[in-house]
């Protein structure tokens, strides 16, 4: 990296490429937007591009992890105010993270071509740090429903991973040709929400 750049100027411009490709990325698309229209808007050469990012789906990680903190604040705002229908309020909460999958610019395009994209071109540890760092938020969630009494106590590895499934089916959409997404989606929600709150509190 060139030496004219101080820590602080590096710092300047990893937040200027994430900005303007956020814009991009969110206009265009993970797929049609390119490294040359990215480094055009954030006023830097190919070549720097390539000091900071491996490829363009490592800074669309990066743009993920810049919005994810929305993402958690939206998905968590009502997460432990909880109605009398325990049942019902942990529907909502799955049905609230879905929405904003579906609906939040970045989310909302990634499907399962983008996925296996993202998979292909990240670091595997990034990955790990990533999945880690989810699991652990929403651990946080379940556990303080079982402490409650509210949600049967379950191995909270294999709960993440329901979790995981789910976001899979998010995420796939698109594959489900000839069948009912929004029905597939509920059917999911209310077996996860049935096996899973304590009867007393449905």
């Given at each position: ?9 590096k ?31 954030a006023?830097?050469s ?14 669309y ?35 609230q ?6 609906t939040?610019p ?16 990240l670091?595997?540890?990034t ?9 652990e ?41 000839g ?5 597939t ?17 449905k």
């Amino acid at each position: 990296m060139p030496k004219a750049w101080s820590k602080q100027e590096k710092e300047i411009i990893r937040k200027n490429l994430i900005n303007k490709s956020m814009k991009l990325f969110e206009k265009y698309g993970l797929q049609k937007t390119t490294v040359d229209e990215i480094v055009r808007a954030a006023g830097i050469s190919k070549g720097s591009f390539y000091l900071f990012y491996g490829s363009k789906e490592e800074l669309y990680f990066d743009v993920l992890e810049t919005v994810e903190g929305e993402f958690r604040e939206k998905m968590f705002e009502n997460a432990f105010k909880t109605e009398k229908n325990k049942r019902k309020s942990f529907k909502a909460f799955l049905n609230q993270m879905i929405e904003l999958l579906i609906t939040m610019p970045l989310y909302r395009e990634i499907n399962s071509t983008n996925y296996e994209l993202l998979l292909q071109k990240l670091p595997e540890e990034t990955l790990k740090k990533h999945i880690e760092s989810d699991q652990e938020d929403i651990s946080k969630y379940f556990r303080y429903w079982m402490e409650q009494g509210w949600m049967r106590k379950v191995d909270m590895e294999a709960l993440n991973g329901l979790l995981l499934s789910l976001i899979y089916l998010v995420i796939h959409r698109d594959d489900f040709e000839g069948t009912n997404f929004e029905a597939t989606k509920e059917l999911w929600i209310d077996a996860l929400a049935s096996y899973l709150i304590t009867k007393e509190n449905k």
